[in-house]
């Protein structure tokens, strides 16, 4: 059984960084895509990163690009999400979730091609 657990959120000022991580446990990470994305109130879901060790592969929206660093650790299972020069824009819930259709459905599909999501970590920025 897949599980995804996020964590790392908070209550950050504008300009802080916060580090997110995300286990996934029932997976072999080079068999799957990890992607970050969040969801701000009133909004889509929207997808931020995309990570896949197998091919060497890593995707970045233009709205955190500069700002965002996706990186896994495969013995840990685990993907992380840097998030620096945090804006009031990026208060949201934020989610992990897997993919094994590939890295397509991830970087291009976005939310609707993700397999198994975690319930979310709600960061907040202040301003």
């Known amino acids: 059984e897949v599980q995804v657990v996020e964590s790392g959120g908070g209550l950050v000022q504008a300009g802080g960084s916060l580090r997110l991580s995300c286990v996934a446990s029932?997976?072999?990470?080079?068999?799957?895509?990890i992607g970050w994305f969040r969801q701000a109130p009133g909004k889509e879901r929207e997808g931020l990163s995309c990570?896949?060790?197998?091919?060497?592969?890593?995707w970045n929206a233009e709205s955190v690009k500069g700002r965002f660093t996706i990186s896994s650790d495969n013995a840990k299972n685990t993907v992380y999400l840097q998030m620096n020069n945090l804006k009031a824009e990026d208060t949201a819930v934020y989610y992990c979730?897997?993919?094994?259709?590939?890295?397509?459905?991830?970087?291009?599909?976005?939310?609707?091609?993700?397999?198994?999501w975690g319930k979310g970590t709600l960061v907040t920025v202040s301003s």
């Open positions: 990570i896949n060790n197998s091919g060497g592969k890593i």
């Open positions: 979730a897997t993919s094994l259709a590939g890295f397509f459905y991830c970087s291009e599909i976005g939310p609707a091609g993700m397999d198994h």
């Open positions: 029932g997976v072999t990470f080079d068999d799957y895509t």
